[in-house]
C-alpha cells in the first residue's frame, strides 16, 4: 500500500526557519511534490524531487533521500503569509501519468 | 503551465440531489483525476477520467455515485449523486502538464459542497 507521513500541525515565528518533515512508503517512486494549500483554495506547486539531495527556490528548499524514504520542505525568512497546510505528494509508479498520492498535510501557523 | 477553469465553485444542496461539477482545461491532456478534500484531511482520489475510454475508480468510490464523463481532451464532469451530508466536501479536478517537473500537477480552484 501507500503511506506518506507528515506532522499535523507546526507554529514557527515571524522571520525564522521551519522544517516540514515527510516520510513515505510506496510501491514505486517517480518523484516527491511539495504543495501549499491556503484555507479554501486549490493547491499550488512548492518544489519537486526526483533525485536525492536538496532543491533551493528562493525561500523555499526541499530535500530528498529515497533510501530513507524521507523528503522535507524548508522555509526560511518565515511570513505570515506562509501560515497555510503544506502538503507531500509523491508519484508512486514509474509514470508520468500516475495520480499522486498525498499525505494529510501540516498547518503551518506563522506568529508574531 | 495549465489552466484549469471549475466551477461552481461552491453550492449547498439538499440531501437526495445531484450535482456535477465541470472542470475545463486550456490544452489538451491525457489523463484527468477528480480528488475529494474532506474538512480537515488531505486530497483522496476520487477516479482517473480518460478520453475515449470508462474512468477508472479508487478503492472505494463507484460510477453509481460519482459517475464521469470525459467528452474530450479539454473537458470532464463529476457528478456527486444522491448524495448525503456525508458527501460535504471539497472536490477538485487535476491535470499534469509541462511544468517545473517537467509533469507537473495542476489543480482547479475546487468546487466547495455543502448537504444540508
Known amino acids: 500500500g501507500q503511506n506518506i507521513d507528515q506532522p499535523t500541525e507546526m507554529t514557527a515565528t515571524e522571520g525564522a526557519i521551519v522544517q516540514i518533515n515527510c516520510t513515505y512508503q510506496t510501491s514505486g517512486f517517480n518523484g516527491l511534490f511539495w504543495y501549499q494549500q491556503h484555507a479554501g483554495e486549490a493547491p499550488t506547486f512548492l518544489s519537486y524531487n526526483v533525485l536525492d539531495g536538496l532543491e533551493e527556490k528562493g525561500r523555499f528548499s526541499s530535500f530528498l533521500s529515497r533510501s530513507k524514504g524521507y523528503s522535507y520542505l524548508l522555509l526560511k525568512e518565515l511570513q505570515m503569509k506562509d501560515s497555510a497546510s503544506y502538503l507531500c505528494?509523491?508519484?508512486?509508479?514509474?509514470?508520468?501519468?500516475?495520480?499522486?498520492?498525498f499525505g494529510k498535510g501540516t498547518r503551518l501557523s506563522v506568529i508574531a | 503551465s495549465a489552466v484549469i477553469s471549475q466551477k461552481p465553485s461552491r453550492d449547498i444542496c439538499q440531501r437526495g440531489t445531484s450535482l456535477t461539477i465541470q472542470c475545463q482545461v486550456d490544452s489538451q491532456v491525457t489523463m484527468m483525476f477528480w480528488y475529494r478534500q474532506q474538512p480537515g484531511q488531505s486530497l483522496t482520489l476520487i477516479a482517473t477520467a480518460n478520453q475515449g475510454s470508462e474512468a477508472t475508480y479508487e478503492s472505494g468510490f463507484v460510477i453509481d455515485k460519482f459517475p464521469i464523463s470525459r467528452p474530450n481532451l479539454t473537458f470532464s464532469t463529476l457528478t456527486v449523486s444522491n448524495m448525503s451530508p456525508e458527501d460535504s466536501s471539497i472536490y477538485l479536478c487535476?491535470?499534469?502538464?509541462?511544468?517545473?517537473?517537467?509533469?507537473?500537477?495542476?489543480f482547479g480552484q475546487g468546487t466547495r459542497l455543502t448537504v444540508v
Open positions: 505528494a509523491v508519484r508512486a509508479l514509474n509514470s508520468g501519468n500516475t495520480p499522486l498520492v
Open positions: 487535476s491535470v499534469y502538464h509541462r511544468g517545473f517537473s517537467n509533469t507537473e500537477a495542476f
